[in-house]
């Protein structure tokens, strides 16, 4: 069997189609080498090894029909442990639901199986979604296969760690401020946010429901456009969910790039560590010498943000986890009146970022304060959104840095949260104007840590976003 940490899902369908390995074979082998590795990274929760066998030899009893497998059929795939697995504990990286066990399959989950992919298990993540560095998971923190002392980001990082470590093929995350692309951008592969609604979220966790999209982590754009290209679609359990048609992705990114527009927003590029914004710069180069157009363009009201942003997602956050009592699912603590429970229950089970936010976003909530803090947040969000559709009435697509710097080291920025905070400052603005963002590996620092370059994109156009992805990466993007 070819080495599997760098298997692609063409290669996975051209070694079935050939004979060269059965999916059982596959996925058996995947599994021992995910959990071999795994006391690495501490990138996965849960494995389903009974789940994953079942789906395998279904897709072998299709190649032996002669029948079509399906997009991803064989292919090995992890979830983000806030996407709903029916009979796989589902924790949210959250003691209050360590025993969990969903009966019923979140909706892009549902459509991974219909398209035959091998679900090897649940990974790591920060509490109920909540961080930048995957260290508040009360299951310990992720750590980055690139460099094993620092972070993966977060709050996807265990699902990008998996695909940078060669346990998973592809994986899914969700992002509602950065938790795919900045993880991506962290470990060295490619992650997709794709448009508000254009995923279903029936059966995601909920964080901040106005923000939350699920979207894909590869090694390669094509890779990447194929798992979105399996989730993506209306649903009618997700009244959020779109009617927009989905594009045939693998044949718009292959158009060539001469003579696009590019559009560099000024205000990304103040606060970059050196060498990322060199990086960034390079890639631009790259883009230029396809022949694309690079403009300079602003976007006026990134500055507000980050306080927009937060005073948004911990107001949603704190309406979302006020379900989490101990009366129902979750784990409960014992107490002598039902009042004293709900506090003990969540003063035990939840962390503390998990605290904080529930905390700012009562605040924010609560009477007197409405008006001050999240109407007006909304209201910011409005004109970033109308920064974006600006911009990209002038451009084709917008290039800018993920992160102002690389993976920084465990526990270097636990104690200050408004540190934490801000290494999301270049992508909370693509979930606030709910447009289709990713990140693409755009070379290594000098002390060998990745560097993702980021692309946006109007709304339900992802396909440009590929297309340029696809152009840079073809072109080999930054060494």
């Given at each position: 069997m070819?080495?599997?940490?760098s ?24 599994l ?70 969903p ?14 992919a ?22 310990g923190?992720?750590?980055n ?16 760690a ?29 992650g ?29 754009v ?11 679609g209306?649903?009618e359990?997700?009244?959020?969910s ?6 045939d ?12 527009k ?23 180069d790259v ?67 998990c ?32 920064d ?34 801000l290494?999301?400052?270049y ?5 606030l ?9 755009c ?7 990745p ?29």
């Amino acid at each position: 069997m070819e080495n599997i940490a760098s298997l692609t899902i063409a290669q996975v369908k051209e070694g079935l189609r050939a004979k060269n390995f059965s999916a059982v074979e596959l996925t058996r082998e995947a599994l021992r080498f995910a959990e071999s590795e795994n006391a690495k990274t501490n990138a996965y929760l849960t494995f389903s090894p009974e789940l994953a066998e079942a789906a395998a030899v279904a897709v072998d009893a299709k190649i032996a029909r002669g029948e079509h497998t399906g997009l991803l059929g064989g292919v090995p795939v992890a979830v983000k442990d806030v996407l709903s697995t029916k009979g796989v504990r589902t924790t949210c990286g959250s003691r209050m639901l360590e025993k969990y066990v969903p009966a019923y399959d979140a909706t892009a989950v549902a459509k991974l199986k219909a398209s035959g992919a091998i679900i090897l298990g649940k990974a790591n993540c920060d509490e109920f979604a909540m961080g930048s560095s995957n260290e508040n998971s009360a299951f310990g923190p992720v750590r980055n296969p690139v460099a094993l002392d620092r972070v993966p980001g977060g709050s996807s990082g265990g699902s990008a760690a998996v695909v940078s470590q060669g346990t998973a093929v592809v994986s899914l995350g969700s992002d509602t401020g950065g938790s795919i692309r900045q993880p991506a951008s962290f470990c060295g592969v490619v992650g997709v946010t794709p448009t508000y609604g254009r995923v279903s979220r029936y059966g995601l966790v909920a964080f901040a429901s106005s923000l939350d999209h699920v979207g894909p982590f590869a090694r390669t754009v094509s890779d990447a456009a194929l798992v979105l290209e399996a989730i993506a679609g209306r649903d009618e359990l997700d009244a959020t969910s779109a009617f927009a048609p989905v594009d045939d992705y693998q044949t718009e990114m292959r158009k060539p790039v001469k003579g696009m527009k590019i559009g560099i927003p000024k205000e990304y590029f103040e606060g970059l560590e050196a060498e990322t914004g060199d990086k960034i710069h390079a890639g631009l180069d790259v883009l230029r010498k396809l022949g694309c157009e690079i403009k300079e363009v602003s976007l006026p009201h990134t500055p507000y943000a980050i306080s927009c942003y937060y005073i948004i997602c911990t107001a949603e956050a704190s309406s979302n986890l006020a379900r989490y009592d101990g009366v129902r699912y979750t784990a409960r603590a014992e107490a002598a009146t039902l009042t004293e429970m709900y506090a003990k229950t969540r003063g035990e089970f939840f962390g503390m970022e998990c605290k904080r936010r529930i905390m700012l976003g009562t605040y924010v909530l609560s009477h007197g304060y409405y008006d001050a803090y999240y109407l007006k947040a909304q209201k910011v969000r409005t004109l970033i959104a109308g920064d974006f559709s600006n911009a990209l009435h002038e451009v084709d697509a917008l290039v800018a840095p993920v992160s102002p710097f690389p993976a920084f080291k465990i526990g270097e920025k636990m104690a200050d949260p408004m540190q934490m905070y801000l290494s999301d400052i270049y992508t909370i603005t693509g979930d606030l104007a709910g447009i289709p963002c990713m990140s693409v590996p755009c070379g290594n620092t000098t002390q060998g840590l990745p560097v993702g370059m980021q692309i946006f994109s109007g709304h339900f156009r992802e396909s440009t976003m590929f297309r340029v992805a696809y152009a840079f990466e073809q072109a080999g993007g930054v060494a």
